[in-house]
């Protein structure tokens, strides 16, 4: 996989990132519930703009609640980086 470490970034500038780099399938973390619930926004704008992007999210308001994942409208979620690991894997399947 070629990785991208966008560090961090505002909804906007995320938005403008997976456009410039054509990113496929993003992964994001977070350390605390107001940034996660802003994964939302993200997801609401990238389908307006009918971005195909496949959005993976996990970190410590994931842990806490197991749900929050559908909440935030992503399409998986991983509890640690090998967790992550078999959810790309299955999503990159899906996708060839």
Do not use: C, H
């Not at 929050?68 to 999503?91: E, F, H, M, P, Q």
């Amino acid at each position: 996989y070629e990785l991208q470490d966008y560090g961090r970034v505002t909804v906007a500038e995320t938005l403008e990132k997976i456009v410039a780099d054509k990113i496929e399938i993003l992964l994001i973390s977070t350390l605390m519930l107001p940034s996660a619930l802003r994964i939302k926004d993200l997801k609401s704008e990238m389908e307006r703009q009918n971005l195909k992007t496949r959005l993976i999210v996990g970190g410590a308001p994931f842990r806490f609640d197991e749900m929050l994942w559908r909440d935030v409208n992503a399409d998986a979620t991983a509890n640690n980086a090998a967790d992550s690991l078999k959810v790309l894997n299955g999503i990159v399947e899906e996708l060839t």
